[in-house]
């Protein structure tokens, strides 16, 4: 049973346009929800977070939206820029879960130049 | 600051062979510790998290096992490695407050079982 999905599996974009990457999830105890960055052979880094409270978060050119009713989550990049090329991982978390993260199976993005 | 370290970087093990990998983290103390695996081409999988020396939790039934013998180190082992242990090893801390929700990764180890 996945919680977390990431149903685009890639994503190819021309530099200089927006990303958008989504993810679902499916248990409504998740409070908090972040975004990780992968380059291959490395490990992932941490992007952008929001907790359940909010609706948006804003950090440089990125943006997470969160739509709770619609148990939704994306993340903008804009603009996307050649280095951006990356697989993105959705994660969400439960507090009363001990804050261990679900992750998505992750999105490619490709930006072309 | 804090920084994760993982060794070694890359394995080529038999099948049946034993295995041991290393996580230690710097610059901070009483962490939750966490073992992740990333199949080739699939999204991370929590394999045990730790919040605290001896104190491990697995979260899928499988051939490996983890062990916190102090603070800040945290082993992934085998006594006999399967075919389907191949694939992408992560270890990952967080802090212990209940706002610290977000995981940092190490650089990974890349086991592969011929």
């Known amino acids: 049973d996945q919680q977390v999905k990431q149903n685009s599996p890639s994503l190819s974009v021309q530099e200089g346009r927006i990303s958008i990457l989504n993810c679902d999830y499916t248990n409504s105890m998740f409070d908090y929800f972040l975004w990780y960055k992968k380059y291959p052979a490395e490990g992932p880094t941490f992007l952008i977070s929001i907790s359940s409270i909010k609706d948006k978060n804003e950090d440089g050119r990125f943006t997470v939206f969160l739509n709770k009713s619609a148990k939704h989550l994306s993340l903008h990049i804009v603009p996307s820029q050649p280095g951006d090329s990356a697989v993105y991982f959705c994660?969400?978390?439960?507090?009363?879960?001990?804050?261990?993260?679900?992750f998505g199976g992750g999105t490619r993005v490709l930006v072309k130049p | 600051s804090q920084t994760i370290h993982q060794w070694p970087a890359t394995l080529v093990q038999p099948v049946g062979s034993p295995l041991s990998l290393e996580c230690t983290v710097e610059?901070?103390?009483?962490?939750?510790l966490y073992w992740y695996r990333q199949a080739a081409g699939r999204g991370l999988q929590l394999l045990f998290y730790s919040v605290g020396i001896g104190q491990i939790s697995s979260e899928v039934p499988q051939n490996l096992s983890a062990s916190r013998p102090q603070d800040r180190q945290f082993i992934l082992s085998s006594k006999k490695l399967l075919l389907s242990d191949s694939g992408f090893y992560l270890c990952a801390w967080s802090g212990t407050k209940w706002q610290s929700n977000e995981q940092f990764f190490g650089p990974g180890t890349r086991l592969t079982v011929l």
């Open positions: 994660a969400a978390s439960a507090m009363a879960a001990g804050n261990k993260l679900t």
């Open positions: 610059g901070t103390s009483n962490p939750n």
